[in-house]
């Protein structure tokens, strides 16, 4: 397994909307946090959102997990992408309904464009449901790489249905 040089700090995106997607979130924090190189830093309230694509599907359930990593950004996608499978994720349509949705949203403070893997996430400016989850975990002057601030990404996107969940 390939390492980071050291440990850095990536923020993950986590999304559900099938099953008990409360359930799959929480399970999907505790499972990447037990990853060997992964200690989790902060987890964010999680947030009920509108679906992003086709509409004929349930409202998500979002949240953002804030990690130290010395897993490079490549085997952290493929350890994300491994516990997606273990939650039941089919990948048959773009936007769909799923049972897990992990994203590396950021990666220190690095650019990445692979094509496997784009970071910072190339839709993280416009998803109210990763910026507002992203400022429960970090502070608002946190430079997005090729961006903005968070606070001025946050002041161009509003909530648009966006609301936290009381558990």
Known sequence: MTLA????EAYIGLGSNLEDSVDHVNRARQEIAA?????EIAF???????????????DYVNAV????TELGPLVLLR????????????????????TLDLDVLLYAQQRINEPDLVVPHPELAKRAFVLYPLT??????????????LSQLLAAC???????ITV
Do not use: C, F, M
């Open 44 to 58: 964010s309230p999680l947030y009920r959102s509108l679906p992003v694509g086709p509409q004929d599907q349930p």
């Open 5 to 8: 040089k050291s440990a850095v």
């Open 136 to 149: 429960d975990v970090t502070s608002s002057d946190l430079k997005i790489p090729g961006l903005d601030s």
């Open 158 to 164: 509003p909530p648009d249905g966006l609301r936290k």
């Open 65 to 68: 997990l804030r990690i130290s």
């Open 35 to 39: 990853l060997p190189g992964v200690v």
């Open 79 to 98: 350890q994300l992408q491994q516990i997606e499978n273990r939650h039941g994720r089919l990948r048959n349509v773009r936007w769909g309904a799923r």
